[in-house]
């Protein structure tokens, strides 16, 4: 199974050098912890999927590698998916195996998503969807920068698009219906398609979930980039972030949408060299098995 044993002073840089650069993202959602502080934007990706700061301050060489090292030095890592064999750490055979049907099925999915067409009409109006007509909304300490009325003005005249059932599925009553799509979860392995924002934010949870097999370098990229989707997410919000620095782009004016769209591409493109890095690393760890169709 391994193909690269890392001696300890390699290994230990590795892990020192991504601890240093995940510190930056971990930092202040510890200390607003400890104030009882939340942010909108930076606290998402801790709360939403969820995953804790520890399991991004976590290190893994990925699969294929082992590390020489000692019993102390293992009771840092995960003991459900590694183990300690002659001197060595390495990813246990038997976390690989039961894992396998997860992993597989996430890599069809993963293959099937990069090859589709991307689409970048949806303006990011799934923000303002969760709103329209509510009396509370997700984020109540922060006020709208829009009216209701402007709210559904923007949405009858530029349409709703939404093709990821985990954002369609806080659709306020009245805006559910208004989106061609009514989504389900069974529809995810037939409507997810790479130009979507949250689809693209959740490659870091899928990096997350299977992180002894992808390694932490991936896990990094991952985290970067739904970083960046988050920011440009709520910069589309309807919610006034302004004491908080972010920046609206406007997409109730034709050239906030077309700022958004940009962006939106971008991501995609990010997205699918990080979506085809995952998939290659499935495909290593159960290179025997074939893709399904």
């Known amino acids: 199974m391994n193909k690269a044993v890392l001696p300890t002073e390699v290994w230990h840089e590795l892990r020192d050098v991504h601890q240093e650069q995940v510190l930056p993202w971990v930092t202040p959602r510890l200390e607003r912890r400890s104030r009882h502080e939340s942010h ?21 060489p990925g699969f294929g590698f082992s590390l020489v090292a000692t019993e102390v030095e293992f009771e840092d890592f995960p003991s459900g998916s590694y183990e300690f064999v002659d001197g060595k750490i390495q990813i246990q055979p038997e976390w690989l195996a039961k894992n396998q049907e997860a992993a597989i099925n996430l890599l069809n999915f993963l293959s099937k998503t990069q090859e589709r067409s991307i689409r970048s009409g949806c303006f990011g109006l799934h923000e303002w969807a969760m709103v329209l007509g509510a009396e509370e909304v997700r984020h109540e300490k922060w006020p709208l920068r829009l009216s209701q009325e402007q709210i559904r003005a923007t949405i009858d005249e530029v349409g709703l698009r939404c093709t990821h059932f985990d954002a369609f599925r806080f659709f306020t009553p009245i805006a559910a219906p208004l989106n061609p799509l009514q989504l389900t979860p069974v529809d ?96 290593s760890a159960y290179v025997t098995l074939e893709i399904k169709g």
């Open 188 to 283: 995810r392995n037939e409507v997810e398609q790479p130009g979507c924002l949250h689809a693209n934010m959740d490659l870091y949870k899928y990096a997350q979930r299977f992180a002894p097999i992808f390694g932490s370098d991936l896990v990094r990229d991952a985290f970067s980039l739904a970083k960046d989707i988050r920011t440009v997410d709520m910069q589309t919000a309807p919610y006034d972030l302004a004491d908080l620095g972010v920046i609206p782009i406007p997409v109730e004016t034709q050239a906030g949408r077309e700022e958004f769209a940009n962006r939106q591409l971008q991501f995609a493109d990010r997205a699918q060299v990080l979506r085809t890095r995952l998939i290659e690393v499935l495909k």
């Open 40 to 60: 909108p934007v930076d606290d998402f990706l801790f709360e939403y999927y969820p995953i804790s700061t520890n399991k991004l301050l976590n290190w893994h």
